[in-house]
């Protein structure tokens, strides 16, 4: 592997880091897309390292950190993860049988969803109502 990948590779890393750790996106959203068009990589390929790097504890220093600040709480994150793995593996088959293109198109359609989502939403909201649910939602 070339120094430049490596070096694009572990940008793209630090990236999906900061934004995940920052705004609480899968780190997908980034490294896919990066991996597609940084390196060259097919959408399948990304998402595949992708779903490898999720699957290491890469978040760890980012969940103590969130842990201690009382903003974690195990029991909805156990279930949404057990929901997350067999999840991961009928998705991952469906991905694998489904034409790369499609995968790709639904890919971007389901980012510009969501994206367009939370722009709406965070336009609608007052700040100060932002506030008291984010207290209501740090209690212990």
Do not use: H
Not at 6 to 20: E, H, N, T
Not at 62 to 86: S, T
Not at 106 to 130: A, H, P, Y
Request: overall charge positive.
């Amino acid at each position: 592997m070339e120094v430049s990948t490596i070096i694009i590779l572990a940008m793209i890393g630090v990236m999906a880091g900061i934004v995940s750790g920052f705004v609480g996106v899968g780190g997908g959203v980034i490294i896919v897309p990066a991996l597609v068009y940084f390196l060259g990589f097919n959408q399948l390929q990304g998402q595949g390292v992708s779903l490898m790097v999720l699957a290491m504890p890469v978040g760890i220093f980012a969940v103590i950190n969130y842990y201690r600040a009382g903003n974690i709480q195990i029991a909805p994150a156990l279930i949404i993860a057990l929901g997350f793995v067999v999840g991961a593996y009928f998705g991952s088959k469906w991905a694998l049988g489904v034409d790369m293109k499609k995968v790709k198109t639904i890919f971007g359609i389901f980012m510009l969803v969501m994206s367009l989502k939370m722009i709406w939403d965070g336009q609608k909201k007052s700040s100060d109502s932002n506030k008291v649910v984010l207290k209501e939602n740090n209690r212990p």
